[in-house]
């Protein structure tokens, strides 16, 4: 436990307490959400972020750990484990280093080195390496035997096993190392072949292109790895080969007889055949690994805007998935997001049947008692939009347009067929885009997060984190606002702490069979929701008008006694005291002060009892496009429009200004001063004002500039 939280805390500016408290609880199978909210004070009031970090370095060293048992064993069997190699590998704190200790150990393909040893020619080298001998080519001789037909061949194979030295010598790789993480360049070359090709002018930026490997942007090094993958360019990494000759010579070559050419051929041999070939390519992988970091960072701070993005809440909605030669899809949705009523309307070409349309749309929202209309944001969506305008409601209907984007993957997915086995993909796309109005967060869970389309080059990085990380986010998301549990999907449920996607699949049987959760109690009856479950989720999930007011709040079971006393000693019921802040301002919280409850704890509950149930989102708002803007061309420099955020990359913004291509807003132009993140001065799905200052019509891109902040 010591080295783990040392090797934790080498990385952090944590406590070492809090660490270890942290690390005791991960070990209970306890889950980041319910550690950061319930267990405060055992951590000295860590976040989510700073526990996600405790979890990263304690999967490393563990990793790490497990490597050396693996590398140990290999050394034991092959009898080459001194003391000395075993407390150096012990005392690694590295991947890097450890792999450079066993490299000389591995057993790999026959090498020319092996060659070289197996004709008996290591005590030659041995002999060079000393570089106390004039003439080697006599001394040569005496190893011209079989398969070494002259001096020089013996030569050439000592060369080989020193150069094999070399390549394994910690310092020489150290130093080239760093030679290279300072120094090094990625250059590329355009595919003569391929340069005229349509695609390939997608990356004419980078067809000759040198920039230092050190600084370069992370969407820029994607974007050429990806032409590279894609066969348009060739990367290679640049570098002064002379000067780090020169720095492994003076390091290895201390006399100026024959044996210092001969290891001067040598180091030039493991430099080009070894050393460089693999250290070079180490150096672009760990590049790369920082641009996947930094494009996962944007991607995963995109997502959680996204899915906190501002739920209009319970209210009646009429979605249409808008469309020209199929028609407008049209669903009704009562407040619970349950679908009532779906039909086709054809008010575009060819069918032009607006005032139909119109009659339709009216008598389905009168029917229905309808709130607010979602349109969705692809094809036809500005048509759909005037049409909606045009047509008279009895009542105040809200127009939205919803972003579409992952709706055609929910649609024909088994969730979606789940939900709605007797409807076809255009309904249930259709009912995404009402859902994602009354509630983003509850809908998008149900769709793959790369598929959201808020990333930047998703599909290059490691999947592999790139998932971890998105699943983190969404679970952050859900725990963050709670579930209503009595009408929360499967998909909702299986990203609530504790529960999985076994144990929401028994809680929606649960439900469908036994009628709604009257209490949090009732939750115990989930078949497989053992104790554990229950203490790591009873708090995010909550029922409404419940028999337990406390049920519908952020305050966990465990410390419901708690809250009764409080109400017992202010003289009111439970449900007198939730909300009542004239009794809640008037507790000391220091009297209820126990040896496992604190203050920070104490601190929680009083808030939420202060506005139980509270969501941290915004209402959605009403936004209108300029309605004169149909098109690509309609557009004039110096216009100014209004517009919605929706994606945001490292080198800045893409605005929707309500036609098919997006404009993009330069990180030089969000701001008069340094943008060092484009999140501080922008949210994604956010309302701005935009002022064109380029439009390329051929190339079909939009620059933009941020004028302010619609309110």
Known sequence: MNLLLSYISSFTNLSKSSIKNTVGLLNQDCTIPFISRYRKEATGNLDEVQIGEIVKFKEQFETLEKRKKTILKALKEQEVLTSELKAKVNACQDSVTLEDLYLPYKKSRKTKAETARQNGLEPLAETIMLQRVDNLTQMARAYVKDSISTSEDALEGARHIIAEWVNERLDVRSSLRNELSRHALIVTKVVKSKVSEEKAQTYRDYFDWEEALSSIPSHRLLAILR???????????????QRILSRIENKII??????????????????KRL?????????????????DDAAIWIFAKNLKQLLLGSPLGEKRVLAIDPGFKSGCKIVCLDEKGDLKHNENIYPHAPKNDEIGAMKKISFLTEAHNIEAIAIGNGTASRETEALIRKTKFNTDVQVFVVSEAGASIYSASKIARDEFPNYDVTVRGAVSIGRRLQDPLAELVKIDAKSIGVGQYQHDVDQTKLKKELDHVVEACVNTIGVNINTASHSLLSYVSGIGPKL?????????????????????????????????????????????????????PERYAIVEQMAKD??????????????????DLKNYVTPKIGVLTLEDIKKELEKPGLDIRTQAKVFAFNHSIKSITDLKEGQVL????????AFGCFVDVGIKESGLIHVSNLSDRFVKDVNEHVHLHEQIVVKVLEVDVARKRIQLKLHSIKT
Request: aromatic content about 6%.
């Open 227 to 241: 032409a590279e993958n894609e066969g348009f360019i060739r990367v290679k990494i640049g570098i002064d080969d």
């Open 254 to 271: 201390t006399s100026k007889n024959a044996c210092a050419t001969q290891i001067k051929l040598a180091i030039e041999d493991a430099y």
């Open 275 to 291: 050393l460089f070939p693999s250290l070079s390519n180490e150096a672009l992988q760990n590049a790369k690994e920082k641009a």
């Open 504 to 556: 929401a699949e028994n809680i929606v049987t649960f439900r469908s069979k036994k009628g709604a959760f009257k209490n949090r109690n009732e939750i115990k009856n989930v078949p497989r929701l053992g104790e554990k479950a229950f203490e790591q989720g009873a708090g995010f999930l909550k029922i409404k008008e419940g028999e337990n007011p406390l049920d519908d709040s952020a305050v966990h």
């Open 570 to 587: 202010g003289k009111v019921t439970v449900s007198e005291l939730i909300g009542n802040k004239t009794v809640l301002q008037k507790i």
């Open 642 to 649: 209004p517009g919605i955020v929706n994606n945001i990359t």
